[in-house]
């Protein structure tokens, strides 16, 4: 293993062990899996089954940084109206969270090997990922890695740039000069928009507040025309992570059209 990569480690230890998260129990009809990516770590997750069989497709949801890790999306119900649509729901949590063991410093990692397991247990089922905060800004890094195998992406909530949201306290010099740094890469903290830009002409999706004091509408116009193909869903009068909760239902809504539109559009290429 390099200097490189053992400093990063050291730094993800440091930085981010197992202060984050707690461990929760699973809810009733969930079926628990574990992943192991190539850094060690061990992943808890669990798969909500479609109320629909067979399912039309999975959607993978990476949570942000809060102490409920892959609950936080079980609060606010949105597995639920997925499965009613038809969609297998994949909860994971990043390295740290819960009972998920920190091995190493990168969590784009953590969800391309969900995302393999997914998609070899539900061969030719669309895989739709959708990221919110810190789980989108390491789903976008994850695309810049070159592996597209999914229907789409959806972002939610997700800073440009980690500067963006540690604008003040301590860690504020810390992420400014991490993001900037040689170990940028390594651990996920550099700019989103080149990683973005790589994705090619795979569906993306961009949720955001526009009331959201992360996230600047000059940013946002940067990122658009770095990624012309990137569609812009902005809700007004929300901020951060704020979308779901008070524009529940336009928020579903967007989701499931976007998705809808990226299985028509892999349907029409693949025959």
Known sequence: ?????????????????????????????????QVQPADGSRLE????PSHVRPPRGVVLLCHPFLKDGMHYFL???????????????????????????????????????VARQLAAESPGLPLHLLGCSFGGYHLAHALG?????????????????VRDFFRRGPLRPVMGWLSRSRWADATGSAPIGEALAQAGDLPLAYLYGESDPYIAAANVQRLL???????????????HL???????QRY????????????????????
Do not use: W
């Not at 890695?145 to 740039?161: I, K, N, Q, W």
């Open 1 to 33: 293993m390099s200097r490189r990569h053992l400093a990063a480690r050291l730094f993800m230890r440091v930085m981010f062990g197992r202060v984050q998260g707690h461990a929760q129990p699973l809810p009733a009809g969930a079926r628990a899996f």
């Open 45 to 48: 997750g669990l798969l909500l």
């Open 75 to 113: 609060h606010h119900q949105l597995p639920l109206a997925l499965q009613q649509q038809g969609y297998d729901v994949a909860l994971f949590n990043f390295k740290g969270f819960g009972r998920s063991t920190l091995g190493g410093p990168s969590f784009a990692d953590d969800i391309l090997a």
């Open 145 to 161: 890695r070159g592996e597209h195998g999914f229907t789409s992406v959806a972002l939610d909530s997700v800073p440009l740039s």
């Open 225 to 239: 025309r770095r990624c012309p193909g990137l569609r812009l869903y902005p809700f007004a009068e929300c901020r």
């Open 242 to 248: 704020d979308g779901h909760r008070r524009q529940r």
């Open 252 to 271: 579903i809504d967007t989701l499931l059209d976007f998705f809808a539109r990226a299985e028509h559009r892999a349907r029409a290429l693949h025959g």
